[in-house]
């Protein structure tokens, strides 16, 4: 499996007593939201193992985008995976997709 760093998150915040991770990508093959759930889900759920079983996913699509940009409604989805080796519960992944590679105002 590729696109596997060295077993740290992209983001840790914690606002209160809650641990928010965030994975960040960037793909400029296929964005489709199997494609990304296959390729990142496992990693980007597997870092917090306590606290809440919410993690978030973000993905930069460089991918070219003949047709123009998605309405921003397309751009979110929502996934449950199995919990990471130890956990029991299901986490949730919400992921979202920043679209870049835009087309410049004169090619339109």
Not at 27 to 46: E, F, M, R
Request: hydrophobic share 40%; proline share 9%.
């Amino acid at each position: 499996m590729d696109n596997i760093g060295a077993g740290r998150v992209d983001i840790a915040w914690r606002p209160h007593d809650e641990l928010i991770t965030i994975e960040l990508k960037r793909d400029w093959k296929d964005i489709t939201w199997d494609a990304l759930a296959d390729n990142y889900g496992p990693q980007a759920v597997s870092y917090q193992v306590s606290g809440r079983p919410i993690n978030f996913f973000i993905v930069l699509d460089l991918t070219d985008k003949p047709d123009g940009l998605a309405a921003l409604p397309a751009c979110v989805h929502i996934r449950t995976f199995p919990g990471p080796a130890g956990d029991p519960r299901p986490r949730t992944l919400i992921m979202l997709r920043v679209q870049g590679n835009k087309r410049h105002p004169s090619s339109l």
